[in-house]
């Protein structure tokens, strides 16, 4: 199933629930199918996503280059340039760790990081 970005917007508000500890992982990973219809698979990962951007770590999956940019962006509207800078790190972290796996390498996301970079 194609995420889709009103999906990725109810995800978002629900995963920023999670950062916040008004939800459980589960619980969210629930309510963001429930809201959105996005597979609760898919939505435990847009969680560990969200949670890893804003910590500047490493994550393995991923998601399509707007909902990408959506989280970047929101991140930073939300949260400031600290928790941006975090997120920038962390996606630079996934395509660096992508790039291992020789399956080919994330140019178009590596495009948006490196032109969203101050």
């Known amino acids: 199933m194609k995420i889709t970005m009103a999906m990725s917007k109810e995800a978002y ?3 920023k629930k999670v ?3 008004q939800l459980s992982r589960s619980e969210g990973k629930i309510e963001i199918h429930r809201l959105s219809g996005m597979s609760e698979g898919s ?3 847009f969680i560990t996503i969200f949670l890893a951007m804003m910590d500047g770590e490493e994550y393995k999956r991923a998601f399509n280059n707007a909902t990408n940019r959506f989280l970047i962006e929101s991140i930073r509207e939300d949260f400031g340039e600290h928790y ?3 997120a920038l ?3 630079q972290k996934h395509i660096n760790y992508y790039a291992t ?3 080919g390498n994330l140019s178009g996301f590596q495009s948006i990081i490196d032109e969203m970079r101050p």
């Open 13 to 15: 508000n629900t995963a």
């Open 89 to 91: 790190n962390a996606a």
């Open 101 to 103: 796996l020789g399956k």
């Open 19 to 21: 950062y916040r500890r």
């Open 43 to 45: 939505a435990q990962a």
């Open 84 to 86: 941006y800078l975090n």
